[in-house]
């Protein structure tokens, strides 16, 4: 368990998030890949998340609402691209917002004594697009979803 | 005119390639988003490419070879994202053979005196991923793409 960290370099397109869960990486990649527990755990405390898409193959589309309180739907979107059961998928997102503004996500499990160790990198097309992440509390909303991650894990049974 | 430059950063994990081409911004697009004009100029002089399919919406599909002198066909791949014509497109690519390294292009076309600049930026997930497609040579493959291209375009009518 623990706390997530962050590493964000000065100058770089790059946001890295890892937190170390205390189940299987089989069981954290079966979580985070299927579409009925998304809302669960992705995305701020304070908003709901509603799953319109996810087609966890090469090529298959996702896309997900941030709901905010007076019923605002903002969306998010992107499509998979390379997916290894359970060591990592790769994925664009997008905020539909700043369409321009597209990232390569990659996240990658490692099985470590008794756990999993769970990395999502982000990279940005620019120093600047990134930054603009930060300011808008990406990291903020990162690390509420591995919290709750780390809560719906506790409570998932181990296979 | 003239030549392809390149911005190569130390410790940066992208790649940019710039070209000014004497031909309307339209053209250009309408050029480089045409799967039939593809096999004219993408890819190194020696090898021939072969559409294997080209959806240029938001979530359509590519996939070209590159056909080497023994008929061997070498797949790259990924899928569109925002496409602005004539302005942007942006896109994801991957070598088949190393599908773990994704990386996301955006071509942008600026109106120039009498022509257009092409600038098209490739984010890899690592600086060494980055490294690595440049000790392949990939810059040789753009500035020669760069190169056919702008002979197509001079003999292509204008609208």
Known sequence: MGDTEFIIEPGRQDVVMIRTFDAPREVVFQVVTDPELIPRWWGPHVLATRVDRMEVR????????????????HFFRGVYHDIVA????????????????VALETVTL???????????QSV???????????????????RESMD????????????
Request: proline letters at 8%; aromatic letters at 8%.
């Open 58 to 73: 090469p090529g298959g589309q996702w896309r997900y609402a941030n709901i905010d309180s007076d019923g605002g739907e």
């Open 86 to 101: 359970p060591e990592r998928y790769v994925r664009t997102w997008q905020f539909e917002g700043t369409p321009e503004d």
């Open 110 to 120: 490692e099985a470590v004594d008794g756990g999993t160790r769970y990395v999502a």
């Open 124 to 142: 940005h097309r620019s120093v600047e697009a990134r930054d603009a992440i930060i300011r808008a509390d990406g990291p903020r909303g990162g």
């Open 148 to 159: 709750r991650l780390a809560e719906l894990l506790a409570s998932h049974p181990n296979p």
